[in-house]
């Protein structure tokens, strides 16, 4: 199984019950690798931090229901490879609180929707590259001519779409990532 993140035990720095159970454990004696073992398997929910496939070293994620600031920040939290991030919707977010977080990790923003030019605006400065697309398909491939081996391309809207709901974004963006070919 793959991992998005550096280290799965930091699942618990923002969700209280994790951070309870984890106490529990602890009192119970155990084991820090059975702990780990559990929370990595929050992972494979469909499309919350769902590796999709990869292709020539680019790995690619699914993140569609990641569709708030703070979803998207958490996803961010414990990446530790390059992304070239598409994100966006027609929701009009305030994205800058996740400015430091993309000046850190985000080697190019691909912005969708109706918050491209809000996207553009926030992350000018902050993110060397950023590029609109029309649509999650051209998106992808936008996003697969700019990533580079060891690059992860992550779907994280940060923003709900009035037109299609996460579930079938994130379908269409599995759907484009396992049709393409370098």
Request: hydrophobic share 40%.
């Amino acid at each position: 199984m793959r991992y998005l993140f550096e280290k799965t035990e930091n699942l618990t720095k923002r969700r209280p019950e994790n951070m309870a159970s984890s106490i529990t454990a602890k009192i119970l004696e155990i084991r820090k690798e059975s702990i780990k073992n559990c929370m990595g398997d929050l992972n494979t929910l469909t499309h919350r931090q769902h590796f999709i496939k990869s292709i020539d070293g680019v790995m690619y994620y699914d993140d569609a229901q990641a569709e708030s600031i703070n979803a998207t920040w958490f996803t961010f939290e414990n990446i530790v490879n390059p992304v070239v991030w598409i994100v966006g919707g027609s929701c009009h977010n305030n994205y800058s609180e996740l400015i430091d977080t993309a000046t850190k990790k985000v080697k190019a923003i691909i912005a969708l929707g109706n918050e491209r030019e809000n996207i553009e605006l926030t992350f000018n400065g902050a993110v060397e590259e950023i590029h609109a697309a029309d649509s999650l398909a051209e998106a992808v491939h936008m996003a697969s001519a700019i990533a580079e081996k060891n690059d992860i391309v992550l779907f994280s809207p940060a923003c709900k779409d009035r037109e299609m709901d996460y579930a079938n974004r994130g379908k269409l963006f599995v759907e484009e990532v396992k049709n393409l070919t370098k």
